[in-house]
């Protein structure tokens, strides 16, 4: 988020008016598709013949592992690249690459813009995802660079990481939007929005016009967090309401970034906007403290603008909440539907224990009826309830007896549950015979079992 100058300005309305940047030349259009893992649980399934109807779609959960793994890459660009992402220096490109890497394998139309700003090239990444009404467009956006001081990870590797899983989810989930679907990662926000307003400024005002909502996402990870909603549109801000409702998540407008984020040229532009915020360099009242959890009398990030915006400057259960929380417009705002996987679908909905940092566990799927050799594209959906997934080997072994490696364990990977659709090119082996999925806790302290878990051929 783009540092106030001089004091701190007092709390105002997001309605106030929106402080505007300038810059040089960009214009374009890009997206992405990522993919997950598999799990296991023992028993023999039968088999199934999935529908090719198309079913009304709901927002699915987005892994807040996926989410800090893009975190962790991010954090390894700056480390190899001076410590930072910022516009102008190395690191920044090698972040579009990165990102613009994963959605060009998920199928994603993708462009890089150049723009020029402080004597330096800088860069915007423009997303689309096929289909849905071009005349009507849901645009989630975050700015992807860092400021010099440090690596950005918080603000804003958060925001941009969770855009880019919920842009994965999409392809991965076979979305169809009635709405077209944009996402975009702007370049030189922290030197005054200029990648983002100068996309707006080259932008015919048709094209424009086309645009039903703009939502942006600065800093969805405080270590302190708040749970801030803009409120610059009701109708937007109300989608976000509604949702952290459902979560028992009570919500503040938001008010400490008005007008220095990458929605700012859009509000100005005549489009509508909303989005999200974990809160910067104000202090936390005893009020929200309460309602929220963390530590009153602290900045929400302390770490704001700092070297010390690291990986461990990030609330795993903050970035959870408000990941979801972006899936959940999008999907209610874009208004459409999923194609379920075609094909033989075998699945066991045995529950099997997990021994706490015990040996290993398999559930055992006979395959039957299939021709040939398994596919290159093999879907191995699983459901693992536990209490901390850090802790989870998860492998898919073939019936050579050949281990197909889905998840390894992590101590960064806290969050809870392993409910993902995995993709293994499985075409060495031949599709009947018995699959195991193998699942390890090797770590103390959590319990957990094997919920289901199926296998689409």
Known sequence: MLELNGPTLPRRSRRATALLATGAAVTAALLGVSSVQANAVPTTAAATTATAGKTAAAAPDISVANVKAHLNQLQSIATANGGN???????YKASVDYVKGKLDAAGFTTTVQQFTSNGSTGYNLIADWPGGDADHVIFAGAHLGSVSRGAGINDNGSGSAGILEVALTVAKEGYKPGKHLRFAWW???ELGLVGSQNYVRQLPAAERSKIDAYLNFDMIGSPNPGYFVYDDDPQLEGVFKDYFATKNISTEIETEGDGRSDHAPFKNAGVRVGGLFSGADYTKTSAQAAKWGGTAGQP???CYHSSCDTTANINDTALDNNSDAIAHAVWTL??????????KVFESK???TIPDAGAAVESSITVAGVQGNAPTGLKATVDIRHSYRGDLVIDLVGPSGKAYRLKNSSTNDSAANVTETYTVNASAETANGTWKLRVQDVAAQDSGHISSWKLTF
């Open 350 to 352: 045995s529950q099997v």
């Open 334 to 343: 874009s208004g459409g539907s999923t194609t379920p996987p075609t094909g």
């Open 300 to 302: 929400f990030d302390r």
């Open 187 to 189: 370049g030189a926000e």
């Open 85 to 91: 992402r910022a516009h102008g220096r190395s690191g």
